[in-house]
């Protein structure tokens, strides 16, 4: 069984910039959520995708959004970037959506915003 | 909604030593609550969670947590740490009924493990 794997591993972008974050769950894994961790904090919930559409929501601007595709795989996409997009973004797949379902988290992508 | 408090943000503890991670949460319904452990430049890892029955719960690596619905707490313990436990220790909850699903996470806890 692979784990989830996130890339790239590190970016760097300038303010006002798009960027896409790419995620890979574990086969089978129907369920993905995605977190941003700024230095210092625990991470923090943007949204979370089931079968390919979203299914909840934290406290992030429309700016931030979600793709699941049917192979496992899944973006997430920051448009008009801002200085303090700044952070560790972290995938976490599960196998459903559940409740109390353990997620399974990448290593991380840590992006930059100059 | 769900609230996490971690008071301590960094516990040094000697090895061999026993630990104590205090986690205190805030929730207007019932919750789950969980244990992750975050390596340097790695994603986070479970180590338990509590989802109803013994409130006593064991995890991996030796850790356990026991659930504490009157204090609203979930303290995460090991009676002898090890130099492997260098860590960063995030306490999470949810909600336990769909709409309020999403993980909450506390600020974290970095246990530094003296040798």
């Known amino acids: 069984e692979t784990g989830v794997t996130q890339s790239p591993t590190h970016l760097i972008k300038t303010r006002g910039q798009q960027v896409t974050l790419r995620c890979s769950s574990q086969s089978g894994h129907n369920t993905v959520s995605w977190y941003q961790q700024a230095l210092g904090q625990g991470p923090q919930f943007i949204f979370q995708y089931y079968r390919e559409e979203e299914n909840g929501r934290g406290n992030f601007p429309p700016r931030f959004s979600g793709l699941q595709f049917p192979n496992y795989s899944s973006e997430l996409n920051v448009n008009a970037l801002e200085l303090d997009d700044s952070a560790l973004y972290l995938c976490?797949?599960?196998?459903?959506?559940?409740?109390?379902?353990?997620?399974?988290f990448g290593p991380g992508t840590r992006l930059l915003v100059l | 909604a769900q609230s996490v408090t971690q008071l301590d943000s960094q516990v040094p503890v000697f090895e061999e030593a026993p630990v104590e991670l205090r986690c205190n949460y805030s929730s207007s319904v019932s919750v789950y609550l969980f244990w992750y452990v975050q390596y340097p430049n790695q994603g986070l890892q479970l180590l338990l969670k509590y989802l109803s029955g013994s409130t006593l719960v064991k995890g991996i690596n030796g850790f356990e947590a026991e659930f504490n619905k009157s204090q609203t707490s979930f303290h995460l313990r090991k009676p002898s740490v090890h130099i492997s436990d260098t860590a960063e220790y995030f306490c999470a909850v949810s909600g336990a009924n769909f709409g309020n699903e999403k993980l909450t996470f506390g600020t974290g806890t970095r246990l530094t493990i003296i040798p």
């Open positions: 976490a797949s599960s196998l459903d959506r559940g409740l109390g379902e353990t997620q399974y």
